[in-house]
């Protein structure tokens, strides 16, 4: 995780690059100031993504299960480096649009505390979307669209009924992040060291001729 973070925190620190007064209607300032925190947020995606992704990919899953220490361990290892990874560049992500843009004028500031908490939400759910669907379908680039598609589908279907209030958006978010984490550490303690592939399994073994 260290390169993906390292990168967010460097395209958080990046917003300090970006024109401090900008005309909202103006594309090009617009995406001088997007560039940087999209990237940011993308690389919390990658590291919620690769903290066990990178283990299936590089065929290393096995010998994690393996070792000769309580997966519980491991499992708390990993996933307090992977928040505090997400912490770190969410930290850095704010702190620096807050300082940069401070002197812009109280009345339409570019950030705003509703944003700050909304987005917090949302690294919520990021963090344990991407624990859940990596080890449910050991596959990154399906977990990916299954980490985003998840909650936007929940939250349209919500809307459905009446709307999403902020207050009901932090609730939806906590709710469905503790019950990500909680799946999480279920799929993780109870994991195969390789997943099934189909066929039929033949449980009277081989046949033997005297």
Request: aromatic share 10%; proline share 6%; charged share 10%.
């Amino acid at each position: 995780m260290l390169p993906n973070c390292a990168i967010g925190v460097a395209a958080a620190l990046a917003v300090w690059l970006t024109p401090a007064h900008f005309n909202p209607a103006s594309p090009v300032a617009t995406t001088l100031v997007a560039v940087p925190v999209a990237l940011a947020c993308g690389m919390m995606f990658a590291m919620a993504l690769d903290s066990f992704g990178l283990e299936m990919s590089g065929g290393t899953m096995a010998n994690l299960l393996s070792q000769p220490v309580p997966r519980e361990r491991i499992w708390r290892i990993k996933t307090a480096l992977l928040g505090l990874a997400i912490a770190v560049v969410w930290t850095t992500l704010w702190v620096t649009i807050a300082l940069h843009f401070q002197a812009v004028p109280k009345k339409e500031p570019p950030w705003n505390w509703s944003a700050i908490w909304m987005t917090g939400c949302l690294a919520a759910a990021v963090y344990s979307g991407g624990l859940w669907s990596v080890l449910l379908v050991r596959q990154s680039a399906v977990a990916l669209w299954i980490t985003v598609l998840v909650p936007v589908g929940l939250l349209t279907v919500a809307s459905r009924f009446g709307g999403v209030s902020a207050g009901q958006f932090a609730v939806f978010s906590a709710l469905y992040s503790i019950a990500g984490f909680w799946w999480a550490r279920r799929l993780f303690l109870r994991a195969e060291d390789t997943r099934w592939t189909g066929g039929t399994i033949d449980r009277a073994g081989p046949s033997v001729r005297g």
